[in-house]
């Protein structure tokens, strides 16, 4: 648990510091407002595809490990966790790698509107819904009540981002 906690604080850092560099980077750039623009506006493309970027990278990663689960490419400690997160249960496998599959093109469709960013704002949208629900299923469990909140909340946080960036862009003035 610490080290997920550990990897979290990295997260929050880093994306802390790439929306630093993007208002450094505006700021640079910017001979001041435009006529009828305000000067708070913030570009937010170069967030947003950093957030494209970095849950491409972690689809395609998380998505390829499990591809290769059977192929004898993986470490036995990545293959060890996989097979702990399905309890030994080869269905569980199959529908884990079924998954996988789906986090593959998730990670190619993200890559592709990070480089056609003005097509990406319905993209943008739908991945801010997928978190939403995701983050839903974490919250109302069918187990019945969780007993802490860290998992939810931690599921949480890329709905937040998502939309987060989607309401910058919106009141951002972007035409797309």
């Known amino acids: 648990m610490p080290a997920l906690i550990s990897r979290v604080k990295a997260i929050k850092v880093l994306f802390r510091l790439r929306i630093s560099e993007a208002r450094l980077a505006f700021e640079e750039h910017s001979d001041g407002p435009e006529k009828g623009e305000d000067k708070a506006t913030v570009n937010i493309k170069p967030i947003a595809k950093f957030l494209y970027g970095f849950f491409a990278a972690v689809f395609l990663i998380v998505g390829a490990t499990v591809l290769l689960l ?7 400690a990545v293959r060890s966790i996989v097979m702990r997160a399905a309890h030994d249960d080869l269905n569980a496998v199959h529908l884990i790698q079924e998954f ?17 960013y003005e097509q990406s704002k319905f993209f943008h949208w739908a991945m801010t819904t997928f978190w939403a629900l995701f983050a839903l299923v974490h919250w109302l469990d069918f187990k019945g009540p969780f007993q802490s909140a860290i998992g939810p909340t931690i599921n949480t946080i890329p709905f937040v981002l998502f939309a987060i960036v989607g309401l910058l ?8």
Do not use: C, D, M
């Open 100 to 116: 996988g599959s789906l986090l593959v093109f998730a990670g190619l469709v993200s890559v592709w509107f990070i480089r056609h």
């Open 70 to 76: 059977h192929t004898g490419l993986l470490p036995g």
């Open 169 to 176: 862009r919106k009141n951002s003035g972007e035409k797309r």
